[in-house]
Structure formats: C-alpha cells, structure tokens
C-alpha cells in the first residue's frame, strides 16, 4: 500500500541572484508548516535558488550539486522530514558547463538531478545563452516508497519525456517550470494532457512576478490522472496551495484507461523511423 503524499506548491517569486534569501525562505516555511512525517514534497518553480530571470549571474552563482546550496537544502529537508523539489543553476565539476537543473533532496541527502534537455531560445527566452544542454534521462526515483518522475518547464512540449516517466513507473510526475504570460495556455493545456496520455498524476509549479518588463503567470497546478485539476494556485501573485494525492488510485485509472498495456515497441519504432527519415542530419 503506497502512501499519501502532501503536497505543498511554493508559487514563491524569486529574489534574482540571492540563493541566500530564497533558500531562507524555504527554511522559514518547512519550520512553519512540515509536520516531520516523511510524507511531504516541497515544490518551488523552475531555477528559483538562483532566479530565472539571473542572466549573466547563473554563470558567476552556479554551485556543483555537491556544494554549500544543496548542503543548506538537504539540512532543511532533514530538520523538516521531508522532500524538497526545486531548481538551480548546477556547474559541472568537471567540464564547467552550467546546467539549468531540478534537484530533489531528502532527510538522506541529493536524491535525483535533472539537468534540463530542452532550452528555449527563441522570442523572449535566451537560454541557451547561459547553460549547457542535459543529455540525460529524465529520472524516475521514489519518495516513501512512490515513484515519482521530474523534468523542467518547456520539456513538457515534448510527450516522450512524460511517457518515458511513466514506462519507468512513475505515477507522479513534477513539471517545475518559469513559464511567461504568452504561455499559459500552452502549459495549461499540455499538463493537462502529459496527465492524461500517461494515466499520471502531474504536479506544475510555476514562478510569478515582472522581471524586466516580462510577466510571469504563475497558475501552479495539480492533475489527477483523467486530467481533472484538483488544486490550483492563484495567477499573478505569489501563492502557497497545499494537497493530498492518493498514488494507489493511479493503478485504478489504469485499470480503466489501460495506456501502459497497450502500448506497443512497434508504436516506438514508428517513431524513430519517422524522426530518422525527416531528421536525417541527427
């Protein structure tokens, strides 16, 4: 019997380049409101320890995942009992590459690091400007027993993150995101979908606030996995929303919506012959 999961989506706007501030402000909420049963995630958006809209900062700021920051998070998540999902600019000890990433910590320490797969770089987003592009799997890990998937913001336009989550097991999936006003829509609805393709709970978080004239919408949100939402946080202003999923249901909606069984290598392979065929440069 899997367990309950509370959790809590930290709609926080962040500080730009103040890991500082940003992780006290994790600190002072996990002090507040973690109730030290093993139970509870923490969720903020995408890159918030550093700020999303840092610039040139995430290039002088950026931590290796085994540095002061991560340190300081994995002492909240242990005085709190809990896990913390969030996102950071994370250097390469080795290649100096900064990567935009997610990291999930515990009582134990780094759980999962995800370093994003899929830059925006195009209208108002200049990502590939600062960071690095991750070329690694989209990871599966588990918290209490429940697995659970993670990916980053525009990753979501690209379904065969989430069904590569899902095929791993996970039966609930974090999308922490910085998406802007002109995408709400977008998000809004390709969560919704993410969940439903792949029978999944999806949690979303996003940032909030005007960086340089430019909006971000805020809306974080959870689907249950027949695409209904079940909580959501407030647009346009910074907001805390706290829920309860049930994992155990997943296997039910399965059972109804039988995605994973009849999913077929043949549906793989059409893919990859198509992307071959018109990707032919790769």
Known sequence: MLIMLRIHMLQYASKLGDPEYNIGRLRDYARRNCRGDGNEVLVTPELYIHGYMSRDLHLQLAEPFDGKIVNELVNIAREGRCTIITGMSERDKDSGVVYNSAIAVGEGGLISLYRKRHLPSYGVFDEARYFGVGRGDAPVFSINGVKVGLAICY????????????????????????????????????????????????????????????????????????????????????????????????????????????????????????????????
Not at 167 to 186: C, N
Not at 192 to 205: D, G, H, I, L, T
Not at 241 to 253: G, K, R, S, T
Not at 268 to 281: D, F, I, P, Q
């Open 155 to 282: 990753d979501a336009f690209y379904p065969e993150i989430s069904r590569s989550l899902m095929l791993k097991g996970a039966k609930v999936q974090f999308y922490i995101s910085a998406a802007p006003d002109m995408s709400r829509t977008h998000f809004e609805t390709f969560i919704r979908a993410r969940a439903m393709e792949n029978v999944s709970y999806v949690v979303y978080v996003n940032t909030v606030g005007q960086y340089d004239g430019l909006g971000f919408f805020g809306g974080s949100f959870i689907v249950d996995p027949l695409g209904e939402v079940i909580a959501k946080a407030k647009y346009y202003e910074e907001d805390v929303v706290v829920a309860e999923i049930d994992p155990n249901l997943v296997d039910n909606f399965r059972s109804i919506r039988p995605i994973l069984k009849d999913y077929t290598l043949d549906d793989v392979r059409y893919l990859y012959r198509n992307y071959k065929s018109t990707y032919r440069a790769y």
